[in-house]
């Protein structure tokens, strides 16, 4: 069984920085990638960056060029740094896992996410 754990969140200025983890486990296949995604309230669930076992990396518009998505040593941690922060970035960010190998094609991101975290709050002070 999947598990995903965020850690990371909190209360931070405009301009700053946070650094959100991602503790995955119970994989059972090589091809597993991890997405972060945000929920804000009222709005709906956005992606924000993926990231694949061989480091093939996705940002959407609203995450490139401020954050950044990594893994660490241990392949079960993937970490997003987010810098240059805004008010609009508040939300809660979640990591999700799935599939990246389906049919002899490699996607970069999951095609399906079929195991979510509980998620971890961001909020930007203006």
């Known amino acids: 069984q999947v598990q995903l754990v965020e850690s990371g969140g909190g209360l931070v200025q405009f301009g700053g920085s946070l650094r959100l983890s991602c503790a995955a486990s119970?994989?059972?296949?090589?091809?597993?990638?991890i997405g972060w995604f945000r929920q804000a309230p009222g709005k709906e669930r956005e992606g924000v960056s993926c990231?694949?076992?061989?480091?093939?990396?996705y940002y959407t518009d609203s995450a490139k060029g401020r954050f950044t998505i990594s893994r660490g040593n241990a392949k079960n941690m993937v970490y997003l740094q987010m810098d240059s922060l805004k008010p609009e970035d508040t939300a809660v960010y979640y990591c999700?896992?799935?599939?990246?190998?389906?049919?002899?094609?490699?996607?970069?991101?999951?095609?399906?996410?079929?195991?979510w975290g509980q998620g971890t709050q961001v909020t930007v002070s203006s």
């Open positions: 999700a896992a799935g599939l990246y190998y389906s049919g002899g094609y490699y996607y970069t991101c999951p095609y399906d996410y079929g195991d």
């Open positions: 119970g994989f059972t296949s090589d091809y597993y990638g």
């Open positions: 990231i694949n076992n061989s480091d093939d990396t």
